[in-house]
């Protein structure tokens, strides 16, 4: 039963989509300007193309290192990493509105990615 149980719960993980790219927000308790991305952005986010494509996960800046192989040290937050196969891509540091996130964001996953905004 046990056997038959562990093949079941390891096909079902196998099975899961692995997402070749994401979007990790490196965040920490008490920082203001995460704060504000989660009230503007974060519940928009997933339904966009660009939620689509790079799929958000949340590191704490104390965990970074272990969750993400990144090019240099990150030292705000929130700082938003473009991630592939657990590798940096490129990254924004802060967070100045929406009117500056979403273009740079999709400056960012057009230049270091295969993204293409399907909304054009």
């Known amino acids: 039963m046990i056997r038959t149980l562990s093949a079941l719960s390891l096909a079902a993980l196998t099975a899961l989509p692995a997402w070749a790219v994401e979007l990790v927000m490196v965040e920490q308790p008490g920082c203001v300007y995460c704060q504000r991305w989660n009230e503007e952005i974060a519940p928009a986010y997933p339904k966009t193309a660009e939620g689509a494509f790079a799929p958000l996960r949340r590191v704490d800046i104390s965990d970074v290192s272990d969750a ?14 473009v991630v592939e ?10 967070y100045p509105g929406p009117e500056f996130f979403w ?13 293409k905004d399907k909304t054009e």
């Open 68 to 81: 993400v192989d990144t090019a240099r040290a990150v030292v705000f937050t929130p700082t938003f990493l």
């Open 85 to 94: 196969e657990g590798a940096e891509l490129g990254r924004l540091e802060g």
């Open 103 to 115: 273009p740079l964001l999709d400056r960012l996953l057009t230049d270091k990615t295969d993204y």
